[in-house]
């Protein structure tokens, strides 16, 4: 009876455990679906109606299809980089970060790892800067509504961005990504609902105005020089509002196993590239369809809209919603390496270290960490001073797109696609993805120049 006791609570024991050691992972298809909506569908769909209308009825919807097909390409061969050498039983690699340790070197990686963090921190900028638009927006719609179109409702952004940082601060205590399924799964429903709603009055637009709006060659420019910033700022608007392999690894890392997380990654990413290239082909071209050259940076507080008003301040409210819970996901991963870290350079400090129990009026207990706190509070107070700085909306998504695009999404993931598959050189796969991720190189740097030059332009206007 002993022996058949012991059997069964080591069973328990493991069943409770992964092969690392760690804490079950219970992930699903499902919630990595909504992690990766979350993570991708953000404040970049806001601008693709615009990216279409400077490229045109063709340059439009065949960059959208061309930056979905790059996106999963690049997933498809991150999947296969969790788990070293085997990409099924080898051992895991817990972020993007350590997937490059382990395949291509410590050099590269600090290359890897300041770019990774530069991107999640600067999206982490824009999500700040886009939830204050929205935010101002509500107040914009309310005013046009009493005042008439006409009215000169002008709302300062900087009070309401300091209002999301504060929510992003009391957001932060949520320990990890793997306590976060609810924020994604919330997240990703506000997302499909504000598509759905700028999907529905682009429609609607197009309707009452009884024609197509745009033309072929997009939003026509003083000189050539013009028109080709602008198409170059419109590819960084796309590139940042596609990938996401920077975080690719941390979600993986929360999906259960067996089936193999490599065979359920690939899966969700299909699935999830496929429902945003959906909404961002139905948002970019109805937005670019309603209103031509006109067609406003962000389709939902541009006030290219105005009535209903209550259904511009319902779509501009899931936007806020889904953007505090967006700008956790792309924060976790840089608290998760700064605990590590930490925890590592002083194993002896009571204040790196330790947690407290803490009980508010009101509120569940919850466990503080006096370093957590302070380094997390610090880190939002930064991004909200300088989205406070640097308030140009489709111009600073144009620099994070081309910055995270090529280095992150494309050449780190295609060349330790080449060690783990151990790929020799001149053959036909190394030739192929070569190409590809020159190609991409080439859109990276044009979006870039775009993008700064754009911001230049704002800054001296």
């Known amino acids: 009876m002993d022996v058949k006791n012991s059997l069964q609570i080591a069973r328990t024991a ?41 490229l045109g009825w063709i340059g439009g919807p065949v960059a959208l299809l061309c930056f979905a097909i790059i996106t999963y390409v690049s997933s498809f061969l991150m999947s296969d980089c969790y788990r070293h050498p085997d990409p099924v039983t080898g051992k895991r690699n817990y972020s993007y970060m350590a997937a490059v340790r382990i395949n291509l070197g410590e050099r590269r990686t600090y290359m890897a ?38 009215a000169p409702c002008g709302y300062g952004g900087s009070l309401y961005m300091v209002m999301f940082g504060i929510v992003q601060i009391l ?3 949520i320990p990890d990504l793997h306590n976060m399924a609810w924020v994604s799964v ?16 682009g429609i609607s637009t197009v309707i009452k105005n009884g024609r197509i709006m745009g033309s072929l060659t997009g939003v026509p420019a003083a000189n050539i020089a013009d028109k080709l910033w602008l198409v170059f700022q419109a590819l960084g608007d796309i590139a940042f509002a596609y990938p996401y392999s920077i975080i690719l690894l941390e979600i993986q ?27 961002y082909l139905c948002c970019g071209c109805f937005g670019y369809a309603a209103f031509g050259n006109a067609t406003p940076g962000n389709l939902l507080t541009g006030f290219g809209f105005y009535e209903p008003f209550w259904l511009i301040d319902l779509a501009n409210a899931c936007i806020i919603l889904h953007l505090v819970g967006g700008y956790q996901i792309f924060c976790q991963p840089i608290y998760s390496s700064v605990d590590r870290w930490s925890s590592r350079r002083f194993p002896d400090s009571g204040f790196v270290n330790n947690s407290y129990k803490v009980k508010l009026p009101l509120l569940p207990a919850f466990q503080l960490n006096l370093f957590r706190f302070c380094f997390r509070t610090a880190y939002v107070i930064s991004t909200t001073g300088l989205a406070i700085l640097f308030p140009y909306f489709n111009q600073v998504l144009g620099v994070l797109g081309a910055v995270n695009f090529w ?31 020159f190609a991409c190189f080439l859109v990276t740097v044009v979006g870039l120049i775009g993008s700064i030059e754009g911001i230049i332009k704002e800054k001296l206007g």
């Open 14 to 54: 493991s069943d409770a455990y992964d092969d690392d050691g760690r804490a079950k992972r219970t992930g699903t298809v499902g919630s990595a679906v909504a992690h990766i909506i979350t993570a991708v569908i953000g404040s970049g769909v806001l601008s693709l109606a615009w990216s279409t209308s400077q």
């Open 113 to 150: 790892g300041f770019l990774q963090f530069l991107t999640l921190y600067g999206t982490c900028i824009a999500y700040v800067l886009t939830t204050a638009n929205s935010l101002r927006a509500i107040m914009k719609s309310n005013c046009y509504h009493k005042e008439g179109h006409q």
């Open 171 to 173: 957001m932060s205590f």
């Open 186 to 201: 919330v997240a990703a429903i506000m997302s499909f609902t504000y598509s759905f709603i700028g999907l529905g009055l």
């Open 253 to 279: 890392d929360t999906l259960e196993s067996p089936p193999p997380e490599n065979q359920t990654m690939k899966k969700a990413s299909m699935m999830a590239i496929f429902i945003t290239t959906f909404f």
């Open 407 to 437: 280095p992150l999404a494309i050449y780190f993931p295609v060349e330790m696609y080449f060690v783990q598959q151990n790929v020799g050189a001149w053959t036909k796969k190394w030739i192929i993805l070569r190409t590809f991720s």
